[in-house]
Nanobody
Framework: QVQLVESGGGLVQAGGSLRLSCVASGSIFSINVMTWYRQAPGKQRELVASITSGGITDYADSVKGRFTISRDNAKKTMYLQMNSLKPEDTAVYYC??????????????RGQGTQVTVSS
């Protein structure tokens, strides 16, 4: 069974930094695209950043220049370095990964989320 576990969230003042991690575990053959999403109370889920297995990245306009997504394929881990945080970055951050298990096709998996709170 495949699991994604996020960590690294917390409370930080505006202008501060946090680094989120997402570790994939289980019967994994390969991992395709990995993505960070976030959802604030009363708002729709928003794609924050994505990264392919080859390292091609994409960002939401709202985080460009402040957030950096990366991954370590050997460790099956994705990261999100968040700098210059703003109160509007407050949300639950989820990781999503397109994973192929042994003897199966690719499926999307999502973690349980980690809370990020930015105080003004």
């Amino acid at each position: 069974q495949v699991q994604l576990v996020e960590s690294g969230g917390g409370l930080v003042q505006a202008g501060g930094s946090l680094r989120l991690s997402c570790v994939a575990s289980g019967s994994i053959f390969s991992i395709n695209v990995m993505t960070w999403y976030r959802q604030a109370p009363g708002k729709q889920r928003e794609l924050v950043a994505s990264i392919t297995s080859g390292g091609i990245t994409d960002y939401a306009d709202s985080v460009k220049g402040r957030f950096t997504i990366s991954r370590d394929n050997a460790k099956k881990t994705m990261y999100l370095q968040m700098n210059s945080l703003k109160p509007e970055d407050t949300a639950v951050y989820y990781c999503n990964a397109n994973i192929r298990s042994w003897n199966s096709a690719y499926h999307d998996y999502r973690g349980q989320g980690t809370q990020v709170t930015v105080s003004s």
